[in-house]
Nanobody, 116 residues
Framework: QVQLVESGGGLVQPGGSLRLSCAAS????????MKWYRQAPGKEREWVAT????????NIGNSMKGRFTISRDNTKNTVYLQMNSLKPEDTAVYYC?????????WGQGTQVTVSS
């Protein structure tokens, strides 16, 4: 079955950096686009970034452009989210996502807290 396991979250000061990872299994990872989303307390889940199956193209949400980078390693079945210049408003649970056979799959999420 499809499994997505996020890691790398934590508490970081404003201006700091974190690198999130999402390990995938249960499907042919290299054939699928991957996405990151986030959900802050009391808010709807928000799309963060997308990377194509080969990693040749990426797209980042407007509020995160220039600070976040999505990448993947198809030899490790892992997608990454590098987050720099973090702001308090980036505080959220971050989820990776794949749409496999017309169904959305989510990991359990990893908490990112940006606070001094």
């Amino acid at each position: 079955q499809v499994q997505l396991v996020e890691s790398g979250g934590g508490l970081v000061q404003p201006g700091g950096s974190l690198r999130l990872s999402c390990a995938a299994s249960g499907f042919t990872f290299s054939n699928y686009h991957m996405k990151w989303y986030r959900q802050a307390p009391g808010k709807e889940r928000e799309w963060v970034a997308t990377i194509t199956s080969t990693g040749s193209s990426t797209n980042i949400g407007n509020s995160m452009k220039g600070r976040f980078t999505i990448s993947r390693d198809n030899t490790k079945n892992t997608v990454y989210l590098q987050m720099n210049s973090l702001k308090p408003e980036d505080t959220a649970v971050y989820y990776c996502n794949v749409n496999w056979r017309a169904k959305n799959y989510w990991g359990q999420g990893t908490q990112v807290t940006v606070s001094s």
